[in-house]
């Protein structure tokens, strides 16, 4: 296995990994109902984004570039890789410009739910757009791994 192959695979590990098991925490604190537990679960998704899925897109990244470089790939036509490529774009675009100010707003509502006990309408409405545009974020990047695994199209 080359190295640029084993970091990639590192990549793709921080990555789906975090996004998958980062949405489980935030569901299971959602069902509590608890304001307390469900504030420290969104401030830790925020931080588990920023500690483990951010490094992962990085390896990701920079790993597909020199793999792609070293086998002197083409970017042309309609390919698994383009494919790919424009999904974990699109994937990208939903993180940066849905996700992350989705899980600003959860924290901040979550935060003025701690002194009322209850959660507040504001919050669960962001978390169910968070929970929508998490589910494309999700999927995006298992059509994109089986598309990796299969080289297909």
């Not at 920079?62 to 036509?77: D, F, H, P, R, Y």
């Not at 774009?89 to 924290?107: D, K, S």
């Amino acid at each position: 296995m080359s190295f640029w192959l084993l970091l990639h695979i590192i990549g793709v590990v921080l990555f789906a990994g975090n996004v998958i098991t980062a949405a489980f925490w935030k569901v299971r604190a959602d069902l509590s109902k608890n304001p307390a537990i469900i504030h420290s679960a969104v401030k830790n998704v925020m931080l588990a984004d920023y500690a483990f899925t951010l490094p992962g897109i990085v390896l990701i990244v920079v790993s597909g570039i020199a793999m792609t470089v070293q086998a002197e790939m083409k970017l042309n036509g309609l390919n698994w890789l383009t494919l790919s490529l424009i999904l974990f774009a699109v994937t990208g675009v939903i993180w940066a410009a849905v996700l992350i100010p989705l899980q600003r707003a959860m924290i901040r509502h979550s935060a003025e739910c701690l002194g009322s006990g209850s959660i507040s309408k504001a919050y669960r409405q962001a978390s169910r757009n968070w929970a929508v545009f998490g589910i494309a974020a999700t999927l995006l990047p298992l059509v994109i791994l089986y598309l990796m695994i299969m080289k297909s199209i």
